[in-house]
T-cell receptor, first 114, second 110 residues
Framework: NAGVTQTPKFRVLKTGQSMTLLCAQD?????MYWYRQDPGMGLRLIHY???????AKGEVPDGYNVSRLKKQNFLLGLESAAPSQTSVYFC?????????????FGNGTRLTVT | GQNIDQPTEMTATEGAIVQINCTYQ??????LFWYQQHAGEAPTFLSY????GLEEKGRFSSFLSRSKGYSYLLLKELQMKDSASYLC???????????FGKGNQVVVIP
């Protein structure tokens, strides 16, 4: 049982390049989330999805797009990377059993934009 | 919106007890979570409180006071492996989103 899997684990981009981060979960969870974590800032929500085919903006959505074409996958896209997007990106998922259902996190993608 | 405040760092001795505080302000409250995050790793779930009072889970306990917008995580019999960042997160009742505090780094020394 893999849980939440993120690919790639590391990536270096040049300013202006694009890339897609992939998140896959095998727990049949409805909700999926993308967070970024920066020193001194804590985890901040970028976008999230409450089910297949749905997406919504979080706290810091600018410069990112997402898609949830399949229930198990949640993709985060950077159309034109900027140095300010250097960060560690975490994907998470949770089920609908109740408000107490915790987030399950992937191991993160460490992105550097030069 | 939500505003979550945690102290940034503390050092404690192996075998000791440490209390990590979290205060929050939110327009709607639907539960408070504590996560543990070791350096370079993903956060992992520790505890959940939605009603006032103390929840105990082995060496870890978490307390909530909704009227004061306050929670603490108590770590007993500290072990070296408890050196980590501890994240407080509040679920907004309106949109069910989870907002995280900046985390409290606990360093356990022999």
């Amino acid at each position: 049982n893999a849980g939440v899997t993120q690919t790639p684990k590391f990536r270096v981009l040049k300013t202006g390049q694009s890339m897609t981060l992939l998140c896959a979960q095998d727990m049949n969870h409805e909700y999926m989330y993308w967070y970024r974590q920066d020193p001194g800032m804590g985890l901040r929500l970028i976008h999230y999805s409450v089910g297949e085919g749905t997406t919504a903006k979080g706290e810091v959505p600018d410069g990112y797009n997402v898609s949830r074409l399949k229930k198990q996958n949640f993709l985060l896209g950077l159309e034109s990377a900027a140095p300010s997007q250097t960060s560690v990106y975490f994907c998470a998922s949770r089920d609908l059993t109740g408000a107490n259902s915790p987030l399950h996190f992937g191991n993160g993608t460490r992105l550097t934009v030069t | 919106g939500q505003n979550i405040d945690q102290p940034t760092e503390m050092t404690a001795t192996e075998g000791a007890i440490v209390q990590i505080n979290c205060t929050y302000q939110t327009s709607g409250f639907n539960g408070l979570f504590w996560y543990q995050q070791h350096a370079g790793e993903a956060p992992t779930f520790l505890s959940y409180n939605v009603l006032d009072g103390l929840e105990e889970k082995g060496r870890f306990s978490s307390f909530l006071s909704r009227s004061k917008g306050y929670s603490y995580l108590l770590l007993k019999e500290l072990q070296m492996k408890d050196s980590a960042s501890y994240l407080c997160a509040v679920r907004d009742g309106g949109n069910n989103r989870l907002a995280f505090g900046k985390g409290n780094q606990v360093v356990v020394i022999p």
